[in-house]
């Protein structure tokens, strides 16, 4: 079996989009079955997992900390506009 990935850029992405499945997966069950301390802890895991992987595109170079922090605020202010999270 040949192995596609060709470089550790393309290896970081794939486990990226990888784990961004997995945290679906955990969100999903949460969402069917209730919220209890294993599906909670099972969400902590690919939530930090997740993480792991952003910090290793910014590490590797193939993101930067500072554009990504920008984004956030830029996601954020869309929330507020559209969403019912910061609404009482």
């Known amino acids: 079996m040949t192995n596609i990935i060709k470089n ?3 290896e ?3 486990i990226t989009a990888e784990e961004c499945g ?3 997966q955990a969100c ?3 969402l069917r ?3 209890d301390d294993r599906l909670t802890n099972k969400l902590l ?3 930090g997992d997740l993480q792991c992987m952003i910090d290793l595109l910014i590490e590797h170079d193939i993101l930067k900390a500072t554009d990504i ?3 956030k605020f830029v996601k954020r202010d869309k929330l507020k506009k559209y969403s019912n999270i910061w609404r009482t």
């Open 8 to 10: 550790k850029t393309e």
């Open 12 to 14: 970081i992405l794939v």
């Open 45 to 47: 895991e690919e939530v």
């Open 69 to 71: 922090e920008n984004r």
């Open 33 to 35: 079955h209730g919220k």
């Open 22 to 24: 997995e945290l679906t």
């Open 28 to 30: 999903s069950k949460i």
